[in-house]
Structure formats: C-alpha cells, structure tokens
C-alpha cells in the first residue's frame, strides 16, 4: 500500500492556459474523489468516480474542469482557460467502498497558483 | 442538507493540556462520522471515526463519542503534544457517496 500519489505537488500557471493533474489511488479501491480546498476551509467535493463511471458531479465543476479515469486506475482533473479564483489546493482521495462507512485516503494534494 | 460544524480555532495550548475540539453535525439517518487531520503541505489523514450511536472512536491518544441525542461528535485528548500541533476536519457521510468536511480547527501546542 503505497498510498494515494498526486502529481504535481505544486503547479503555478498564467491566467488563460490549460492545466491537467494526475492521481493514482490506492491500487485495490474502486472509488476516487476529487476535491478542492482553499486556505482556511474544509475540503468541496467535486466529483467521484466508481471504477472507470463518473456518478456525480459538484456544481462547483464548471464546465471548464474535466475528469477522467478511463481505465477505473488513475485519474487526471484537467481545468481550462485558468482563472485566478481557481487557485486551491486540488485533493484526490480513494476507498474502497464496503457499505457506507469506508474512509476516504488522501493523497498529499496538487497546488494550483493562478497568476 | 448534510453539513457539519466545528468550533472556530485557532486553538493554542501548552503541552500536556487536555483537548476538546466540538463538532456537531446536521444529517438525516444515521451518518457515519470521522476525525480528519492535515499536517502543514500535507493531505489528510483520517484520524478515527465511528459509525453508529454510541459508539466511541479512538487512535494515538484521541477519542470521539458519536452522540445522536445532541448531534455531536468531539474530539478530546487527554494530554496534548507538541507533535500534535495540525489541522483537524469533523466530517460525515450518509450514503457513503458524498462526504461533508467542516471548516477546520488550527490546534498549536507550545513546548
């Protein structure tokens, strides 16, 4: 169990360009989240992924963000046209679902600093 | 809808203080109930969690009891360390879809 891993760790980009980060959850869980924090909050979902199907979506996810985990393994977030208010910290977490009370694992997070 | 409520910090203690950090919590049913907590430039590790009434959930030291009759599930440790010094998040899920994370508390221990 190497833990879930998000690459980059820290992105800083001009207003206006395309950024895309990668998660790789936990090998043997079939559930991968995206949220989003900003400084002094809480973690928003985003959006979560039940192998390779997208099940829901925040409202939060405009449609500038993008998802993806085409083989139900890793998942990339892609977000275009960058504005500054998208500056956050970018969090995947994984389970592995066996009722309702399985935990979510985090990965250490993706910076995003809009310039 | 779901949500939860945690205590604002930042908290400051001296070391070896007792810990409570509130959290309660507004949900249909019978949600599932966690303690998260973020090290500086760091995701969140889930610290410990309970999953029905009553029961009383515990790791390095720190304990939640899920309690319906007051919606509440505080974190309290007995005697705090400077390691300790981290960000803690109350969270919830009902369907085990979505889950609900509080604002946060900020806890510095100072030696």
């Known amino acids: 169990d190497t833990g879930v891993s998000q690459d980059p760790r820290h992105k800083i980009t001009k207003r206006g360009q395309n950024v895309t980060f990668r998660c790789d959850p936990i090998?043997?869980?079939?559930?991968l989240y995206w949220y989003r924090q900003t400084l002094g909050q809480g973690p928003e979902f985003l959006t979560y992924f039940q192998n390779e199907a997208q099940l829901e979506k925040s409202r939060l996810l405009s449609d500038r963000f993008s998802a993806e985990r085409p083989k139900g393994s890793f998942s990339t977030l892609e977000i275009q046209r960058t504005e500054q208010g998208d500056s956050a910290m970018y969090l995947c977490a994984s389970s592995l679902v066996q009722g309702t009370n399985s935990p979510l694992h985090f990965g250490n997070g993706t910076r995003l600093t809009v310039t | 809808g779901d949500s939860v409520t945690q205590m604002e910090g930042p908290v400051t203690l001296s070391e070896e203080a007792f810990l409570t950090i509130n959290c309660t919590y507004t949900a249909t049913g019978y949600p599932s109930l966690f303690w998260y907590v973020q090290y500086p430039g760091e995701g969140l590790q889930l610290l410990l969690k309970?999953?029905?009434?009553?029961d009383k959930g515990s790791n390095k030291g720190f304990e939640a009891t899920y309690r319906k009759e007051t919606t509440s599930f505080h974190l309290e440790k007995g005697s705090v360390q400077v390691s300790d010094s981290a960000v803690y998040f109350c969270a919830l899920t009902n369907t085990g879809n979505q889950f609900y994370f509080g604002t946060g508390t900020s806890l510095t221990v100072i030696p």
């Open positions: 309970a999953t029905k009434a009553d």
């Open positions: 090998s043997e869980h079939n559930r």
